[in-house]
């Protein structure tokens, strides 16, 4: 499937803004199951510099600076995306979780898609028993590592009511979880701090949804701006696999993949600052339109 994408930011500034530095993480990930043919992104005012480079964990991050007065700032990013995930084993063939674990703290490997790097917690997703023992119930012994991955996902869309009032981008994970609401964020964020919390390595992935659904399928929670799941090593054979627990998903071609971080601290699509401005209106946009 090829995707269309546009992705709007627009900041509308009380005050005259004298100097703004970003990071945008506005590139769609190219990899196995995901190619990016297209990615253009336009700034208005026009930045005095831009430079790109290559994060932490391969994502490509386009840095800018504006350094004339501005009361507005623009921020479209027009990609082309093309998705084909691969198709799964039998869930119950699956390695056992244990097996997962165990090989996930043997790893020696420190490259971008190392489990090493996603086995410890993070401020957003602390390792705290509620969380633990919250996923502990999923995974048994022996249980197959997809069946305990699809369980604690569904177990959370069936547990959380979807609200997009409940909770702000600095919500900590564990007000989300005992108000047992939030949105995609918080339910990425509950079901990694319960995975890492038995010694599973898991990855939150910023992306989008595609927003018109196929005839017969429902609108899935999420399309309207960007979304976020669960990435999970499962092991040398598997490799990582996705799931979405907002909508008790294992990920497929409705998903396309913007950036992978350890939390969300790592995958905002545009962070910095700013000199000036007072109080700030931040409006998002986002389309994902299938052509072919």
Same mark, same amino acid.
């Given at each position: 499937m090829i995707f269309e994408l546009r992705h709007l930011t627009t900041y509308r500034y009380q005050r005259a803004v004298n100097?703004?530095?970003?990071?945008? +993480?506005?590139?769609?990930?190219?990899?196995?199951?995901?190619?990016?043919?297209?990615?253009?992104?336009?700034?208005?005012?026009?930045?005095?510099?831009?430079?790109?480079?290559?994060?932490?964990?391969?994502?490509?991050?386009?840095?800018?600076?504006?350094?004339?007065?501005? +009361?507005?700032?623009?921020?479209?990013?027009?990609?082309?995306?093309?998705?084909? +995930?691969?198709?799964?084993?039998?869930?119950?063939?699956?390695?056992?979780?244990?097996?997962? +674990?165990?090989?996930?703290?043997?790893?020696?490997?420190?490259?971008?898609?190392?489990?090493?790097?996603?086995?410890?917690?993070?401020?957003?997703?602390?390792?705290?028993?509620?969380?633990?023992?919250?996923?502990?119930?999923?995974?048994?012994?022996?249980?197959?590592?997809?069946?305990?991955?699809?369980?604690?996902?569904?177990?959370?869309?069936?547990?959380?009511?979807?609200?997009?009032?409940?909770?702000?981008?600095?919500?900590?994970?564990?007000?989300?979880f005992a108000a047992r609401r939030g949105v995609c964020q918080d339910f990425a964020h509950i079901m990694i701090a319960a995975l890492r919390g038995l010694g599973l390595p898991a990855a939150y992935v910023s992306g989008y949804l595609r927003t018109v659904p196929p005839p017969g399928k429902a609108r899935l929670q999420g399309a309207d701006a960007t979304h976020a799941w669960v990435s999970l090593w499962c092991g040398e054979a598997l490799g990582w696999i996705d799931f979405d627990p907002t909508n008790a998903l294992v990920v497929g071609d409705d998903h396309i993949e913007l950036v992978v971080g350890r939390d969300y601290a790592d995958v905002a699509p545009i962070d910095g600052v700013i000199v000036g401005g007072g109080e700030q209106d931040i409006r998002v946009a986002v389309d994902v339109i299938p052509v072919g």
């Amino acid at each position: 499937m090829i995707f269309e994408l546009r992705h709007l930011t627009t900041y509308r500034y009380q005050r005259a803004v004298n100097f703004t530095r970003c990071a945008l +993480r506005l590139s769609p990930a190219d990899t196995a199951s995901q190619h990016l043919l297209h990615n253009d992104i336009q700034i208005t005012p026009k930045p005095a510099s831009t430079g790109e480079r290559v994060g932490a964990f391969g994502e490509r991050i386009l840095g800018i600076s504006v350094e004339v007065p501005h +009361r507005e700032l623009k921020i479209e990013a027009r990609s082309r995306v093309w998705v084909e +995930r691969r198709a799964l084993p039998a869930y119950d063939a699956s390695p056992a979780w244990e097996d997962v +674990r165990d090989a996930a703290c043997a790893a020696r490997s420190l490259d971008f898609g190392s489990p090493a790097h996603f086995l410890f917690p993070t401020p957003m997703t602390p390792l705290l028993d509620a969380f633990t023992g919250y996923g502990r119930d999923c995974f048994g012994p022996g249980t197959p590592i997809i069946v305990g991955a699809k369980a604690l996902s569904e177990r959370i869309h069936r547990d959380f009511v979807y609200d997009p009032k409940a909770t702000v981008v600095t919500t900590p994970a564990i007000k989300a979880f005992a108000a047992r609401r939030g949105v995609c964020q918080d339910f990425a964020h509950i079901m990694i701090a319960a995975l890492r919390g038995l010694g599973l390595p898991a990855a939150y992935v910023s992306g989008y949804l595609r927003t018109v659904p196929p005839p017969g399928k429902a609108r899935l929670q999420g399309a309207d701006a960007t979304h976020a799941w669960v990435s999970l090593w499962c092991g040398e054979a598997l490799g990582w696999i996705d799931f979405d627990p907002t909508n008790a998903l294992v990920v497929g071609d409705d998903h396309i993949e913007l950036v992978v971080g350890r939390d969300y601290a790592d995958v905002a699509p545009i962070d910095g600052v700013i000199v000036g401005g007072g109080e700030q209106d931040i409006r998002v946009a986002v389309d994902v339109i299938p052509v072919g």
